[in-house]
DNA sequence: CTGTCGTGTGAACGTCTGCTCATACGTTCA
DNA sequence: TGAACGTATGAGCAGACGTTCACACGACAG
């Protein structure tokens, strides 16, 4: 504990390179229940499977069977993969006698599909 | 194997319950190399280290050392983080003598991140 | 009612992921 | 040149994740 300046090979300095700058960041950081939110956001797109099926709802509303048949997965795939979506309020349903009609839930997933998929145009150039 | 039309239980029906939508759905899916890429972008940001990273760098650039400070992680995890980031092509870098000077590669990260925010922020009221 | 359909769910399992630890590399300074 | 600093990276490990499998449940037809 002795040579406290010496010793921090893998720490790190504990006082900051640039303090104004890491207090400007650190005061720009979401409180702790936001940053859940946001990363249980990106989480259910994180996914392949979960985004062909937010791309299919995109074009038309569709039941869970149908939805196996797009993405090539099983029902029960889809299913478990539905309920990711819920949860995070990515899409809505409805009962349509023994069906269940996925639709998404608003347009925040279109605007955020779009944005990933001009970033991804653009590197291409 | 036989009676064909009752053992496929967990397959659901191998023919679509409305054909027309499925057609409709599968069109509108992006190609594989696409839609790889748009699971790499997401999976970039479902990680709550890396949100952290990118919410700080909205707010000013900054160094490896002072990024961890900010996020309360060890240097390794963010230097981890920030060669995913980089391979996403979210952010980019200059040298500073010893230093490496992190910042947003461009601004659709932060359009993504404020349209999640806001879908964050909408589904609480 | 009985059987089938469409769907939801829990357990199990292999894979992926993000962390720590140790170490290596390039830069700066004495 | 040698030491400290800032950063990058590989190995290893614990936990999260997505799938399959088996089964349960409500809705509808016969």
Known sequence: MSRRSHD?????RAFAVD?????EARDSLHDETTARSLADVFSALCDPTRLQILTALSATELCVCDLAAVTGSSQSAVSHQLRVLRDRNLVAYRRDGKRAVYRLADDHVRVLLSQALEHVAEERA
């Open 8 to 12: 921090r090979s893998a720490e790190c």
């Open 19 to 23: 303090a104004a700058a890491v207090a």
